[in-house]
């Protein structure tokens, strides 16, 4: 069964960093378009960064320009979320997902991992 599970989250004072990681099983996350969803409280999911499939591209959304990066190992079969400089704005329900998307946009992924918790205080 194809599963994505993540790791990293947790709390962190503003200005730190945090490194999320999502491991595939049962697919191979290179065929796919993989991306970051964040759900903080009382808001909607929205894309956080995400690579496409077909040329490699990245997207940041414009809250994480110049702090967060977006990464993939393909021998390992896991994607990551380098977070710096944390903003308590940044504290939300991280998700990874994977699929044949071409944009990052929640409903074009079809595997979603399970979230991580990531808080941001002082």
């Known amino acids: 069964q194809e599963q994505l599970v993540e790791s990293g989250g947790g709390e962190v004072q503003p200005g730190g960093s945090l490194r999320l990681s999502c491991a595939a099983s049962?697919?191979?996350?290179?065929?796919?378009?993989v991306g970051w969803f964040r759900q903080g409280p009382g808001k909607e999911r929205e894309g956080v960064s995400c690579?496409?499939?077909?040329?490699?591209?990245?997207y940041y959304a414009d809250s994480v320009k110049g702090r967060f990066t977006i990464s993939r190992d393909n021998v390992k079969n896991t994607m990551y979320l380098q977070m710096n400089s944390l903003k308590p704005e940044d504290t939300a329900i991280y998700y990874c997902?994977?699929?044949?998307?071409?944009?990052?946009?929640?409903?074009?992924?079809?595997?979603w991992g399970q979230g991580t918790q990531v808080t941001v205080s002082s």
């Open positions: 997902a994977a699929g044949w998307a071409g944009a990052c946009i929640e409903n074009e992924f079809d595997y």
């Open positions: 049962a697919f191979t996350l290179d065929y796919y378009s």
């Open positions: 690579i496409s499939r077909s040329d490699g591209s990245t």
